[in-house]
């Protein structure tokens, strides 16, 4: 199956709606299992990693949820077709490095991923658009609970269901949230934001997760600690974590427009005037630039223009999304020619942000969504 | 001077180690030295108290120096070190020890709190019901009751029963 012929068109994904979703881009709760009788795929051998994938497999596409899935070994897919599926946010960085023992099964509508052998035999992720932690937790046990009619995960009473590494084990679960973070980073409260949270025994990490630098002013936010804590406990404590951030959030947009307004639209404006004019430039600098046009776009400097033309940009000026919409191989240099021609393109019928936005909306419109 | 580690309680242990030509302090309250085993400052590394919350250290404290491997799958405990990652499930029972004390720093807890897979479940429930009706029963003989002792025999004999099946399963 190809993997491009099934994943949803980039302006198709960008449009869609979670509550929240000006500044939550989408929720997450990811559980860890392993089966009880076999080695973790960090030290099981190759025949036994193939073993765990045949077991596996059958298993997983056997869900109600993932009829009409996506199934494949990833050692049939292609570099660079795992680097788009990083770039999506459907597999991690470690995964994409697998190959053969190793495979991933991806639901119609992109909201149930599992990877099969990562770290774990089993890494299961249930993703929504917008804050919506508790139906990704819904989803995902009950996902779970299917799954143990079939298969014996390693589960100790004292410890919890047992994962390779110590750091996810009890729970085996991962709840977290995509933050777009403009405000407070202009603001320059992101750093104590960042301390507080790490203080009540969360993590902050960039846009692809741990080890990774917050481009584009995306942070995700989740739990560290598994043991000790039921799922729903850390579901409650996240989504109070997190209502607090979407409100400092907005405090911050709302102080900056009204202080220094100047500094917000000159921000804006220069980060247009670049992506609506550069003839080369870096999947970094575009994210950076996109973080500020989408800022432009809730803050009212972009009217008629919808936040999903910058999302979908967002997505197709990473590296490998360039590369596959040509069929030659691309320099990095390029790629920066070919992503500045991309955006120059999209942006034509945008015009300049306006001097003055509308009243500012309250933040009220955005929650009546929910 | 407050404790480099809680930053709560006033710090009443004071160490300072020179490695090559570096010098390095560490200022702990009694409690942290405790939990850190930092009663022989010969036989821990600052840096690791530092960087690796004794994590390293409170592997190496556990095993003794001795090496233990996991009778299942082979995994050592220098492999452990090296990646940081266990061998398989039952490595955890393997090196419980050594675990112990690096759960406590990760975790909120030592006990899992959270689901359980429902074939487990069911098991705990009966040996629970199972455990209660024994306790009743012996309560009857005491009192003479023996009526109500037979009821109690006979649901035993039944969740026994139903216990041994679900278990196979």
Known sequence: MDIHAFLTPPAESARRKGPYDRIVMSSRVRLARNLREASFPGWAKKPERVRVLELIRPAI???PDMKD???????????LDKQILVERHLISREHAAKSAGSGLVLNRDETFCVMINEEDHLRMQALRPGLQLRQAWTAIDQADSNLEKKLEFAFSPELGYLTACPTNIGTG?????????PGLVLAEQINPIIQSVNKLGLAVRGLYGEGTEALGNVFQVSNQMTLGESES???ERLEKVLGQIIEHEENARGT??????????????????ILANAHSISSKETMNLLSLMRLGVDV???PGVDRALVDELFILTQPAHLQKQHSEKLSAEERDLLRADMVRERLRHVSRPIAKPPPPQSPELDKTEK | MLCCICKEKEATVHLTQIAGDKMQKVDLCEDCAKTKGVNDPTGFSLADLLLGLGASQEIEQAAGGAEIKCARCGFTHADFKKAGRLGCPECYTTFSEALDGLLKTMHKGTRHVGKVPETLRK???????LKLLQKKLGKAIEDEDFEQAAIFRDEIKQVTARLATSSVT
């Open chain 1, 256 to 273: 900056l427009l009204e202080k220094k307004a100047k500094m917000v639209y000159n921000h804006i404006g220069r980060a247009y005037g």
């Open chain 1, 173 to 181: 679960i991962r709840v977290s949230a995509m933050l777009h973070l």
């Open chain 1, 69 to 79: 899935a996506f199934s494949e070994a990833m050692d049939s897919l292609s570099t």
């Open chain 2, 123 to 129: 098991t705990r429930d009966l040996s629970d019901r």
């Open chain 1, 300 to 302: 009212g400097l972009f």
């Open chain 1, 233 to 235: 406990a850390i579901v």
């Open chain 1, 61 to 63: 596409e056997a869900l």
